[in-house]
C-alpha cells in the first residue's frame, strides 16, 4: 500500500509563499497521477493540481499561475510550490496518488484518488 506523508504547511501572510512536501513510501508503479487537494472548513474538497507519470501537469483555475506542482527525480517526493498566497488559499492541502495507465483526471477529481495523506494545514492571513 502506498503511504503518503505531507509536511511544509504553516502560517503566512498573504502575498507569501510556502512549499508543501508529500513523502512517499510503498510499491512504485511506471504509470501513475499524484496530485495534491485542500479542504476549508464548511467547504468541499477541491481539487488543486495534478502530475502524471509523463510529468503533465494541470491546475484549477483558482491557482493557476501562483501554483506549481512538481517531483523529484526518484519519483519518492511531491511539492508544491506556493506563491502569491491569498486568504482563500487557507485550508487543509492533502497529497494523494493512484495507479493510472492513461494519465490523471480533470483536477476537480483529484481528491477521489485511491491513496491519499494525513493533510498538512495551510493558514494565510490578509
Known amino acids: 500500500q502506498v503511504q503518503l506523508v505531507e509536511s511544509g504547511g504553516g502560517s503566512v501572510q498573504a502575498g507569501g509563499s510556502l512549499r508543501l512536501s508529500c513523502a512517499v513510501s510503498?510499491?512504485?508503479?511506471?504509470?501513475?497521477?499524484m496530485g495534491w487537494f485542500r479542504q476549508a472548513p464548511g467547504k468541499e474538497r477541491e481539487g488543486v493540481a495534478s502530475?502524471?507519470?509523463?510529468?503533465?501537469?494541470r491546475y484549477a483555475d483558482s491557482v493557476k499561475g501562483r501554483f506549481t506542482t512538481s517531483q523529484a527525480n526518484d519519483k519518492k517526493s511531491l511539492y508544491l510550490q506556493m506563491n502569491s498566497l491569498k486568504y482563500e488559499d487557507t485550508a487543509m492541502y492533502y497529497c494523494?496518488?493512484?495507479?493510472?495507465?492513461?494519465?490523471?483526471?480533470?483536477?476537480?477529481?483529484?481528491?477521489?484518488?485511491?491513496?491519499r495523506g494525513q493533510g498538512t494545514q495551510v493558514t494565510v492571513s490578509s
Open positions: 510503498g510499491p512504485t508503479f511506471s504509470r501513475y497521477c
Open positions: 494523494a496518488a493512484a495507479e493510472r495507465q492513461w494519465g490523471c483526471p480533470p483536477t476537480s477529481r483529484v481528491p477521489a484518488l485511491l491513496w
Open positions: 502530475i502524471d507519470s509523463d510529468g503533465i501537469t
